[in-house]
């Protein structure tokens, strides 16, 4: 479903609420020539980073061990250096320690990750629950705690959905960055070069609550992931499956569907708004008042 705002009920919906002042730092988000982590704002996502360092730190060693022995081998075993090759084919004691060995450091790696699996799939109540729904090529969110049912659609800005005759008139075009395109974030609240990453719409979230999501697809396999919080599950058709994250810092998140889903797989980002319970508490009543989404960062005194 796509659902516009209607101007008037948002003013309505604002003015019946208490004042509540607003601005959102971008945290969440790639940057050019990056190759660290996003910032870890769940707890389940500091997990997942320290245990990459600590196999990193595992497996440095191991690298440059091989890599020693493949080079002593090549100069050491070559033809020119050792002519006539040896006839034994066991060693008792090195197959051995090269089975031991391994399934020693197997055993370490797994005490350490499989705790964190089971977190990751240890689903606690949710305090907030969102069913997530992947089309071909946008995101439906449906808040199933809420009264009214709240559901609205995400795309991504710049795609056609999004696209009005004003914005015609200005020059801009449908998966195009031009100026107009880049005036279009600006005027939505997002910075110039956060073309393929915003959407519309976004999911917005109360910091330090447990959010759930049961997540699916209406059509093809999608995949829901926001690397910031730690999370990743495919949206099967036919199948529910659920994440869950506590946001721990106000602010904008984005992600991208994981999962090669057609031809316009590359323009179905993910936005998140983590904001304080009271501006998302404001944020349910808005959007109660208007029947439709009302963008929690238009909540200004």
């Not at 071909?136 to 800005?157: F, H, K, N, P, V």
Request: glycine share 6%.
């Amino acid at each position: 479903m796509r659902k516009i705002i209607s101007l008037s009920a948002l003013l309505a919906s604002v003015a019946a609420l208490p004042a509540v002042a607003q601005g959102l730092e971008t945290i969440g988000k790639p940057h050019p020539g990056g190759i660290a982590f996003q910032e870890a704002v769940t707890e389940v996502a500091r997990d997942i980073h320290w245990l990459d360092h600590m196999l990193l730190i595992i497996i440095t060693p191991i690298v440059l061990l091989v890599v020693a022995l493949l080079a002593i081998s090549a100069i050491r075993y070559s033809r020119k250096a050792n002519p006539t090759p040896g006839t034994f084919t066991h060693n008792s004691p090195l197959e051995i320690a090269w089975t031991i060995v391994p399934v020693l450091i197997l055993v370490f790696i797994g005490a350490f990750s499989l705790p964190i699996l089971f977190k990751q799939q240890t689903f606690p109540d949710g305090e907030v629950n969102i069913k997530v729904t992947g089309y071909q090529w946008y995101w439906g969110y449906e808040y199933t705690d809420t009264e009214s049912g709240l559901a609205y659609d995400a795309y991504m800005i710049g795609q056609p959905a999004t696209m009005t005759s004003e914005d015609e008139a200005a020059g801009a075009k449908a998966y195009v960055n031009s100026d107009a395109m880049k005036a279009k974030l600006t005027a939505a609240g997002y910075n110039e070069d956060e073309f393929l990453l915003a959407t519309d719409t976004a999911v917005v979230v109360p910091v330090g609550k447990i959010v759930v999501l049961t997540v699916t697809g209406a059509d093809v396999i999608h995949s829901w992931a926001m690397p910031a919080f730690g999370v990743k599950q495919d949206a099967v058709p036919g199948r529910l499956a659920q994440i869950w994250f506590t946001a721990e810092k106000e602010g904008i998140y984005f992600g991208q569907c994981s999962e090669l889903c057609g031809k316009d797989h590359a323009y179905m980002p993910i936005t998140v708004k983590a904001v304080s319970p009271e501006v998302y508490d404001a944020w349910l009543a808005a959007c109660e008042e208007a029947g439709e989404y009302v963008d929690p960062e238009e909540l200004n005194s």
